[in-house]
């Protein structure tokens, strides 16, 4: 069983930045894929960013690539998502996610886990 803890969301002005990490805990963390996901109101839960724990193959959706960044903390067993140039768009529930052994997916299903989510809002 893993557990996932987020923090680091907040509500930031049209351009600014935070910080989201995701604390990961429980057994089998050295072979978990590590993604995070948003959720905006009435819509679907969308793929923001991935990373292989192993490997460190990354990947992103097209609507934040060069404007977030995944990085992993092996050592804390963390994962965090510093994420610039915000824009209204990206006012969602993020959430982090991991399944074990595979690669990164855009699909919800393929992940085993799931924190409980942290707000983010960018005011415009």
């Known amino acids: 069983q893993v557990q996932l803890v987020e923090s680091g969301g907040g509500l930031q002005q049209t351009g600014g930045s935070l910080r989201l990490s995701c604390a990961a805990s429980g057994r089998a963390f050295g072979t978990l894929t590590m993604a995070w996901f948003r959720q905006a109101p009435g819509r679907e839960r969308e793929f923001v960013s991935g990373i292989r724990w192993v490997y460190g193959s990354i990947s992103y959706a097209d609507s934040v690539k060069g404007r977030f960044t995944i990085s992993r903390d092996n050592a804390r067993n963390s994962v965090y998502l510093q994420m610039n140039s915000l824009k209204p768009e990206d006012t969602a529930v993020y959430y982090c996610?991991?399944?074990?052994?595979?690669?990164?997916?855009?699909?919800?299903?393929?992940?085993?886990?799931w924190g409980q989510g942290t707000q983010v809002t960018v005011s415009s």
């Open positions: 996610a991991a399944q074990q052994g595979g690669g990164v997916s855009t699909v919800t299903s393929q992940y085993n886990y």
